[in-house]
């Protein structure tokens, strides 16, 4: 007891220290030591301390260096620094961006009594305007076998298979798109710019500003022009639309708003982050997934989030722990559901495969394949499989039940009985309802979804027979309490993460349907009351003398 207990407090300082030390890191980041002595040679003084008139200009090229010519987009002339703006404009692309080329566009910021190309004090930035995906493959009627219109999709009738695009062919025989990546435009420029007039220390100089920072000699001093960026943040993958050889010109979002030196430095670094984990192998999407986190959300949110995640995560690994622990131990199924620990075990793998199918971000998908390799696991444990290997093939042999754990199976088949009389003509009802009237890109993806829906929606009524072998038993001594808890906070938790992380609409909704599952199990925990004088699972009384020498 004392080695386990010592373990979770060590986990639990990690913990601590890993929150301290991420905090003193982000108060690193968005605090920059000024320049205490303005006329000091270590000073760096900001160009637009002096007022200057300036223009923004924006050109289009198919290089970044603007090699093979430009052409003029958008002109803002009395650009005012600190004035917020948002433009609509229609964009010309050329030939090879329609075939499947690139475009960029070359944000120029600079004196408006000077031409950009030519002015020593301006400052430019090259973003590119297109990107390379994957199409999303069709989605057909498997009955009549047509194909979803954009009008369709517009409508939403299958909202949840619009959750995130697809990046495979059809399987099934459904109808089949193409495997390449092509050309898609982002339909949106956020530019942003420091507006404050901070003054530098030349021995403090972040790192991550000193890229974008150019310096100037003005006689004695050292003058830094304007802060430009452009917040590639924004790009989500819900905004690209697709470039085709017919496209002649689409529509192009600029908008421009001032930001403060601590919140410029915040943005670099979350976007330096995506791009390393773009690097590691996550995908297009996944890395959308948490541009997500930090664009549609204040800071102060995001903060909250960060807290949330983090004891998130050690919640999750606590419960892990405990119910690992108490499942290595467990000898008997008294009083425990075998078909409610198999029906979890086939939930969480038919779960983990529909959020494989949706490509769903990897802050999901991942807990998940970890939960169901622990649930076969469980299964393993319930009903006492060994495996034995004979000739390369592998033969299970099942345990027997003695008489406390038949009993427990006659009110788990009796809880079961009852159960499918409402559970079955639900599922299948929904199976042939969605067959007929939604669209699906193979059969694959039908038999995945129906499944996956009558876990979501029904698959709760699977933890009711634990709840009426608790009942028949009138006891909840057998269940591993100190796990539930840890996943009680979780369950609670993951309602905060339902409305951060786009996930599809079911796996959102069956994070509030565990709430009452839980509710339900706190009120028998009530209702039945420990009694330390009943042999628990492991054949131990609490009450018992110990067996010895009266010391």
Known sequence: MFLKTSFTTLIVGVFVVYVLHTCWVMYGIVYTKPCNNPKGANCIIPFLAGNPKLQLSIYTSLRPNAEGGHTLIHKEENFDVSS???RTLNVSLPKKTRNNGTLYALIFVHQAAYDPWHDPRQVHFVAQLTTYMVPKPPEISLISGEAQTQ???????????HDAPARGGARDGATSASDH??????????LNMVSDHFLFDREYLPSDVHRYLRVFQNGKKMVYLPLLFVDQLSNRVKDLVEINSTTTELPLIISYDSISLGRLRFWIHMQDAVYSLQQLGFTEKDADEIKGIFVDTNLYFLALTFFVAAFHLLFDFLAFKNDISFWKQKKSM???????????????????LYLFDEQTSLLVLIP?????????????????IQVFWKGGKPTFVFGKLDESERRTEEYDTLGMKYLSYLLYPLCIGGAVYALIFLRYKSWYSWLINSLVNGVYAFGFLFMLPQLFVNYKLKSVAH????????KAFNTFIDDVFAFIITMPTSHRLACFRDDVVFLIYLYQRWLYPVDKTRVNEYGVSYDEKPKGKTQ
């Open 151 to 161: 009008g369709q999709k517009e409508g939403g009738q299958q909202k949840k298979q």
């Open 181 to 190: 990546p092509v050309s898609h435009w982002r339909s949106r420029l956020t």
């Open 368 to 384: 998940a394949g970890i939960g169901s390799m622990i649930e076969v696991w469980k299964v393993k444990k319930a009903f006492k």
């Open 479 to 486: 269940l591993p309490w100190k796990a539930f808890m840890y």
């Open 84 to 86: 917020k703006f948002e």
């Open 334 to 352: 008294v009083g425990m559901s075998s078909k409610a620990v198999l029906w979890r075990c086939f939930s969480t793998i038919v779960i983990f």
